[in-house]
């Protein structure tokens, strides 16, 4: 540690999955992080900040093939490439100290290493796994923390999963991790403490399947060839070899580990509060002293997901409204530890609101109204008169304790309050003591002088301040207040810019931006390249009778089993529970639009009374409903609480 830090202080983002482009609401968690290890250098500490990409598991493997690239080729381009992780971090001016990719040689060696002593110590061991695996998530559920059969983190379907596996004695580090949840400050925001000791730890806490044989991309298990170690086991121990652990490419271990604080994501909590530090008793590590578990960026109130093609590009928003806007409007908005729903609305109302009204204004005015009245430098002869400045001077001298207290505890979104309210006393000072009518006699010229002191040693201050959040407008103002000091202590003093303070005029920090306009071109934006042509629509047919229409029998059927027919491109064969004790076996055309394992479990329609007919010498007794359109087709599919059996009417 260098002699004049204050101390050392390590914090991580999650390590991202190059599984697609990052959207806002990643950039969201890694601009919080690098706020804070912006705020902690600014303190005085000797930060490492730590973020990467966690590069292995399945999906990456299939989103190779589907690409047909190597999965390595398929990461690269995303972390590496043109507009990927990487360059997105450079954009957003992520000030990281070091990016750790989970295919690095060093980590993946160390995972080897890390696995093989945990097994050693016995507390991993060999069974077989059964249970239920969600793909996307990459995590293993037993039949009790499935909600509604379907994944607790992401709502979407499980598969069944059975093999040869190695297992983490989880198990016996129930009651040491429920201690540490409920009697220390380990994980934050409290809340999140109720949801994993009642959620996870309470229900009986079950051995962590810790190795796949179904892929192979993945850290081998070296002692056993054909297991890759479970993707968490090797994404988690990252924010350890990063730092040398298990390996000789770091050596930063005895400066930074125990980590101060590991920002993750809600959905993560899980693996970071309870498998991690498990994990971690069981190689005899110290924990980390904190998780801070924050909150969702939500799009019309539902979480950003590619599959659900609802995300945002953070590069479009940073273009057109820039770097430092965004950033501040993230953390300005939001409070860090709940969800929050963006907007392109709030984003450009804060833009016009915050920064080009309030504090926008208050630099351009101050310092133009500085050089107006004194050119160049204010004079060193300056009256302050108590009664008037009092409140502003006040308000501003203790605004770095107040500020401090709020980001101590990760409340951006307080710590921002806390200066905005400043900068709204000092615009109202303007108007107190109306500058341009003290200019108007010679001898009000050193009061006048002294209203634009304060005024301008108030935005040094706000502008320091903001430098976790804004670092390009910090280094602006500080710019424009003559390289004014911005450091810790200096920001703790009213009083220390110069009197003879020179200024330099400059453009409008931040133009407002035409709400309406804006929004019209952000839609353009986004609307597909070309328009789709819409399906013309279907014929209508001869009317018939209500008499004809009621011998139609629809029935409400469950997908029991579904397959591909041989030999057909365009046939799948279902057997459907119908209410009846006899399963029913239907035929229909859909392979082209469904596989066959997404349908089990489903609830159809079908009608029921269709005299039977054969099909690639198969029979189908019924036809399922579906909707028809130009080329695309789907099936009528009903809420799962529906009844077998239950009839159309
Ligand atoms: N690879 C794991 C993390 C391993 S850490 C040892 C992972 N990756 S992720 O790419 O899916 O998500 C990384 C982080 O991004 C998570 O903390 C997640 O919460 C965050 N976010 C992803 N979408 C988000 C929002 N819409 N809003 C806020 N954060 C979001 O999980």
């Known amino acids: 540690m260098c002699e004049k830090c204050k101390g050392n202080f390590y914090i991580t983002t ?16 890694t601009v919080a992080t690098d706020a804070m290890a912006r705020f902690k250098r600014l303190q005085g500490y000797n ?8 590069e292995h598991g399945q999906k990456i493997e299939d989103k190779a093939k589907e690409a047909g690239i190597t999965p390595k080729q398929f990461v690269d381009n995303i972390v590496e490439g043109p507009r990927g992780v990487k360059d997105l971090w450079k954009l957003m001016n992520i000030s990281n100290d070091r990016f750790i990719r989970t295919t690095d040689d060093y980590h993946v060696a160390a995972v080897q290493k890390i696995f093989k002593k945990m097994y050693e110590n016995g507390d991993i061991y060999k069974g077989t796994y059964k249970g239920k695996y969600c793909k996307p998530c990459e995590s293993f559920w037993t039949e009790s923390q499935l909600v509604d059969g379907k994944c607790p983190d992401c709502g979407r379907e499980v598969q069944d999963a059975e093999e040869e596996a190695y297992f983490f004695r989880l198990s016996k580090y129930a009651d040491r991790v429920q201690d540490l949840l409920e009697n220390t400050d380990f994980l934050e925001p409290r809340s999140r403490v109720n949801e994993m000791v009642n959620n996870f730890i309470k229900p009986g806490l079950e051995d962590l399947c810790v190795s796949r044989t179904s892929f192979s991309w993945g850290v081998p298990v070296d002692f056993d060839p054909g297991h890759v170690v479970y993707v968490w086991v090797d994404a988690l121990f990252n924010y350890m070899t990063a730092l040398g652990y298990m390996n ?40 980390p002293k904190k998780v801070f578990g924050h909150g969702w960026l939500l799009l019309d109130g539902g979480k950003m997901s590619k599959s659900k093609g609802n995300v945002v590009d953070p590069y479009v928003l940073a273009e057109r409204f820039g770097v430092d806007a ?55 002869q300056q009256l302050a008169d108590e009664e008037k400045d009092a409140e502003l001077v006040s308000m501003a001298s203790g605004l770095r304790t107040r500020y401090e207290e709020q980001m101590e505890h990760y409340a951006f979104q307080n710590a921002l309050a806390e200066i905005f309210k400043v900068i709204s006393r000092a615009n109202k000072y303007i108007d107190e003591n109306a500058p341009w009518v003290l200019a108007k006699s010679e001898e009000n010229k050193p009061r006048l002088a002294r209203v634009l002191y304060n005024l301008l040693e108030t935005v040094r201050i706000c502008g320091g301040l903001l430098s976790p959040f804004m670092p390009a407008t910090s280094e602006e103002i500080a710019k424009r207040l003559g390289g004014a000091a911005m450091d810790w202590d200096s920001l703790g003093v009213f009083g ?72 057909s491109k365009k046939l799948l064969k279902f057997t459907l529970d119908d209410g009846t004790k006899e399963p029913r076996q239907i035929l229909s055309g859909i392979a082209a639009y469904y596989k066959p394992e997404e349908l089990v479990g489903k609830t159809l329609v079908a009608v029921t009374n269709l005299a039977p007919r054969k099909m690639m010498g198969q029979e189908s007794c019924g036809m399922l409903l579906s909707a028809e359109r130009g080329d695309k087709l789907q099936l009528v599919m009903l809420n799962d609480s529906v009844p077998a059996g239950s009839r159309l009417v």
């Open 14 to 29: 999650p390590i991202y999955y190059p599984s697609d482009k990052l959207h806002i609401g990643h950039t969201y968690c």
């Open 47 to 54: 930060v490492m900040f730590l973020t990467g990409t966690d």
């Open 248 to 287: 000789d490419r770091h050596d930063d271990l005895k400066d930074f580990w125990p980590a101060d604080v590991h920002f993750v994501g809600k959905e993560i909590v899980r693996f970071h509060s309870i498998i991690w530090p498990a994990m971690l008793m069981s190689m005899g590590l110290p924990l």
């Open 326 to 380: 965004l950033r501040f409007f993230l953390l300005r908005t939001f409070p860090f530890g709940s969800d929050g729903n963006f907007s392109n609305e709030a984003l450009i109302s804060t833009i016009n609101v915050d920064l080009a009204n309030d504090l926008g204004n208050l630099v351009s005015r101050t310092v133009a109204m500085a050089q107006k009245y004194f050119g160049e430098k204010l004079p060193a």
């Open 496 to 567: 220390t810019l110069p009197c003879e303070v020179a200024t330099v005029a400059g453009p409008a920090l931040f133009p407002r931006i035409d709400m309406d306009k804006e929004l019209a071109a952000l839609e353009e934006l986004t609307k597909p390249a070309v328009e789709e042509e819409e399906d013309p629509l279907p014929e209508p047919l001869p009317q018939i009778e209500f008499d004809t229409f009621e011998k139609v029998e629809m029935t409400v059927v469950k997908v029991l089993t579904c397959e591909a027919v041989k030999k």
